[in-house]
């Protein structure tokens, strides 16, 4: 079984195989059926930037224009998860106490990152282990399974994290996600096919890492919420299987009657 079960890395994503069952669904694509933000979340930044661009747009061609404008939401999102990944590869090296070099572009949230694993005297124990369900026909990959200290403790906890680099802090709904790595039936690393446990926790974190510091938000992952995230995977399943449940319309009756009407002639 397990020589058919792996992970696949391509970009910054990656793709799972199970038992031999390739594209098995990812704890993030589960997600997809959450609302997401409210519109005005893209509305506002769409219409701020043509306000704030306003001067250089308005002499470019309309087709142009209009092209930009529409985009630049979509712009700011690739630019912010670039921004994002690069973050979080770092963090994975300097966890398992490898020296990095730094790009100033990012530099303000790996010193965030820097004085948290100092602060929680942090451990690893794992880094972007692939975890596996069987039992929901799921995978993903978490950012870290570790131990720390939390200030003013002297004793140490069992972490499951997940760094965070979004412009607002964390929600509620990372819970989710977290719960679908915490309640997974095992884990295996690259390049090994052997299965593993996955590692038992006191406590979930998502620290958020910012430009000017960072801040730890324990979550409440629970059994419960494992099972809200399947009925989340329903919803998101649900709304992409709707689209095939329109039939054809039907035609309207005086047109049934002339078809009819010329079959009798015939």
Not at 108 to 130: K, M, T
Not at 227 to 253: F, G, M, W
């Amino acid at each position: 079984m397990t020589a058919t079960t792996f992970r696949r890395k391509y970009g910054n994503g990656h793709s799972y195989t199970l038992d031999g069952v390739p594209k098995v669904k990812g704890v993030t694509t589960m997600m997809k059926g959450l609302g997401g933000p409210p519109e005005s979340y893209f509305t506002e930044y769409t219409a701020g930037y043509a306000v704030d661009n306003w001067e250089r747009l308005s002499g470019l061609p309309v087709a142009e224009r209009l092209k930009e404008i529409a985009g630049a939401t979509k712009a700011r999102f690739k630019v912010a998860g670039a921004r994002g990944t690069a973050v979080h590869k770092l963090a994975e090296r300097l966890a398992a106490g490898e020296v990095v070099e730094v790009p100033d572009s990012i530099r303000g949230r790996v010193d965030a990152c820097v004085q948290f694993l100092d602060d929680y005297q942090f451990e690893v124990d794992l880094i972007e282990p692939a975890l596996f369900s069987r039992r929901h026909k799921y995978a993903g990959s978490a950012d870290f399974f570790g131990s720390a200290v939390v200030p003013g403790s002297a004793s140490r906890v069992r972490v499951l994290g997940d760094w965070k680099t979004s412009a607002s802090g964390p929600w509620g709904s990372m819970a989710f996600q977290l719960a679908g790595y915490r309640y997974a039936d095992f884990y295996k690393l690259d390049g090994d096919d052997a299965e593993y446990p996955v590692p038992e926790v006191d406590e979930c974190w998502i620290i958020w890492i910012r430009d000017d510091s960072y801040d730890v938000a324990p979550m409440h992952v629970t059994p419960e919420v494992l099972r809200q995230l399947l009925y989340i995977d329903q919803c998101r399943i649900a709304d992409e299987e709707c689209r095939n449940y329109k039939l054809d319309t039907l035609p309207h009756p005086e047109t049934v009657r002339k078809v009819r009407l010329v079959e009798v002639d015939a």
